[in-house]
């Protein structure tokens, strides 16, 4: 079986990879589409691994907090009774100093949650 990180994915719906890799023993792909996504919505991963998260205070983070409640309830067949066990790994993950602190760089550089990325300017393209 080839093995290789899976590209071009939204960064939600890396953390469902992410736990895919680690159901097949991958670990390091199960790492990087965590980190992908631990880096790129940062709120849907900590409702989903249970981490502490303040309260949203904007209806932009209600929005955004939104959007773990609808992971949390995508994967609460497979989280199930195991989900310690299956977390345990990538809450060591995200409590690493590394992390936090690339977490918290990106935050204070764009103040993103987990929300579509405007790509360009203007009305779209006619093709």
């Known amino acids: 079986m080839q093995r290789g990180f899976i590209t071009k994915i939204s960064p939600s719906e890396s953390l469902v990879a992410a736990f895919g890799a680690f159901e097949l023993g991958m670990k390091s792909d199960a790492r990087a589409s965590f ?4 880096l790129n919505c940062p709120n849907t991963v900590a409702m989903v691994i249970g981490a502490k998260l303040p309260r949203p205070t904007t209806s932009e983070e ?23 066990r299956r ?14 602190g690339l977490r918290a760089e ?6 993103r949650g987990c929300r579509p990325q405007r790509t360009r300017s203007g009305p779209p393209s006619k093709g």
Do not use: P
């Open 106 to 111: 990106i935050r204070e550089a764009s103040g």
């Open 87 to 100: 977390v345990a790994s990538f809450m060591d993950l995200w409590k690493s100093e590394q992390q936090a």
């Open 35 to 38: 980190t992908h996504a631990s």
């Open 62 to 84: 209600a929005g955004i907090t939104n959007t773990g409640v609808s992971m949390l309830r995508a994967l609460s067949g497979y989280l199930g009774t195991a989900k310690q």
